[in-house]
Structure formats: structure tokens, C-alpha cells
């Protein structure tokens, strides 16, 4: 089994910053793109922000210049900073990893979420 552990949210005042933390750990050979996502109250989930394992990184058009993904390796850990912090930004903000396995598998896994917070 694979596990993501997200931790970092929190209630933040609008302009404000704050930085995510996903480790994951378990069953793992490697572990191709890692990214963030988000789902606000009543909205789909969607791309917040990914990165290759070479540090290749892309972003939702409502971010770039704000938010900064990075990543380490010998870790297993994805980052998110987040600056300029918007009240639009408020959703619970999940970390995902494609793993593969020591058994050759490859999947997609998801953390549990994390809430953010952005008070105006």
C-alpha cells in the first residue's frame, strides 16, 4: 500500500501564505508526477498545480506567480507554497502521486485533503 499524508492548512487571512506538505510513503519504487488539487464547497476538483520528477512544473491559469510546487526526491515529499492567498483560494486542497510499486504496479494515489482556509 501506498500512503499520502498532506499537512500544512489552516485558516489564513486574505494576502497571506501558507505552504502544504505531502510525504508519501509504503509500497514504493518510484514515483513519476506528483501534484495538488483542490475542490471548493459545491465545485469539481481541479488542477492546482503538478511536477515531474525532474522538476518540471505546471499550473492552473488562476495561480502562476502566486503558488510555487517543488518537490524532493529522496523525501517522497511535494510542496506547495502559496502566497497572495485569495478567499477564492478556500478549498481543501488534496496531494496526488503516480506510484510505482515494488510489485511493478502503477497507480494513481491521493491523500486525505487538507482544508485552507482564506478569511477576506
Known amino acids: 500500500q501506498v500512503q499520502l499524508v498532506e499537512s500544512g492548512g489552516g485558516l489564513v487571512q486574505a494576502g497571506g501564505s501558507l505552504t502544504l506538505s505531502c510525504a508519501a510513503s509504503g509500497n514504493i519504487f518510484s514515483i513519476n508526477d506528483m501534484g495538488w488539487y483542490r475542490q471548493a464547497p459545491g465545485n469539481q476538483r481541479e488542477l492546482v498545480a503538478r511536477i515531474s520528477p525532474s522538476g518540471v512544473a505546471d499550473y492552473a491559469d488562476s495561480v502562476p506567480g502566486r503558488f510555487t510546487i517543488s518537490r524532493d526526491n529522496a523525501k517522497n515529499t511535494v510542496y506547495l507554497q502559496m502566497n497572495s492567498l485569495k478567499p477564492e483560494d478556500t478549498a481543501v486542497y488534496y496531494c496526488?502521486?503516480?506510484?510505482?510499486?515494488?510489485?511493478?504496479?502503477?497507480?494513481?494515489?491521493w491523500g486525505q485533503g487538507t482544508q485552507v482556509t482564506v478569511s477576506s
Open positions: 496526488t502521486a503516480n506510484v510505482q510499486t515494488r510489485y511493478n504496479r502503477r497507480g494513481d494515489y
